[in-house]
């Protein structure tokens, strides 16, 4: 079975996603603005969600985490809980 690892940051409009995902781009480092600014509880890890295999997260979050490269932000990815920011860290 898939497994992956990856972090996300969770915020609450489309328009700050994309303010975030611009700052990390530039050079900020995605623990430290998920820890400042991410609205889930995995904040306090800077984002980081461990291991988990398809159908653990929501259907819109498994079809990037599963398909996107290693490494690289992506999002908004909008989902019922608001906007999110996605790395996919590792995969297996």
Do not use: W
Not at 44 to 67: H, I, R, Y
């Amino acid at each position: 079975m898939s497994q992956a690892s990856a972090r996300h940051l969770l915020v609450d409009t489309e328009e700050q996603c994309l303010a975030l995902k611009a700052e990390i781009e530039a050079g900020k480092d995605f623990a430290e603005v998920a820890k400042e600014h991410s609205n889930c509880p995995s904040n306090a890890q800077g984002g980081d969600l461990g291991s988990f295999a398809p159908g653990q997260m929501v259907p819109e979050f498994d079809k990037v985490v599963f398909s996107a490269p290693l490494n690289t932000v992506q999002g908004p990815v909008k989902t019922q809980f608001g906007y999110h920011l996605l790395e996919v860290t590792e995969r297996s």
